[in-house]
């Protein structure tokens, strides 16, 4: 069974989207990086929150890029944690109810891949669960003040982390962490 990954994009003060939810500032961010382009290669399978699945995207008025993950660098199948299902289906999303299934289903699509999180969120949930093997922050430089927070905990935690990897782009810093023990 492969890995799961929380895969994202953080400001330098530890903020993945703006405020209201607002994923705008991430553009400039987006260029090449050889280390993002290698890891979407090793997905098999997303397990996305509810709220970055309806919320905004980075991609938003680039038309061949908008609602994709990664750019539409990668396809596949999504699974996304909900307690309300739309009524109309939407192409390669299974839309679930538990983290539980979620995980389950998304790993068993993935194979020997990772299954990438997509949203704070759910990876919380995750950690919580002891289900979360890696994460991958790619640290831009840039100070948003304020927004959606990478890992938030009201009363704190004190979760340990292993380096993997630490490698460098003009875009940004990659830091490959794994959840120890």
């Known amino acids: 069974m492969g ?19 607002d994923m705008s500032w991430m553009t400039e961010h987006l260029g090449p990086n ?25 991609y938003k008025g680039v038309a061949a890029k908008e609602g994709k993950f990664a750019g539409g660098g ?48 759910t990876a919380r949930q995750c950690l919580d669960a002891g289900v979360l093997d890696e994460i991958l922050v790619l640290i831009a430089p840039v100070l948003l003040g304020d927004g959606v927070r990478l890992f938030d905990r009201p009363g704190g935690t004190n979760v340990k982390l292993e380096r993997i990897s630490l490698t460098h782009t003009p875009q940004a810093t990659n830091l490959w962490l794994r959840v120890a023990g």
Do not use: C
């Open 3 to 21: 890995k799961v990954l929380y895969s994202v994009t953080m400001s330098l003060d530890g903020f993945i989207a703006g405020p209201g939810g």
């Open 34 to 58: 050889p280390e993002v382009d290698e890891v979407i290669g090793k997905i098999g399978a997303l397990l996305v929150g509810n709220r970055t699945f309806r919320g905004d995207d980075p």
């Open 74 to 121: 990668w396809t596949g199948p999504q699974f996304v944690l909900t307690h309300h299902a739309p009524d109309t289906p939407v192409p390669d999303v299974t839309f679930v109810g538990d983290l539980d299934s979620g995980v389950a289903a998304a790993k068993a699509a993935a194979g020997d891949k990772y299954v990438n999180v997509l949203g704070a969120s």
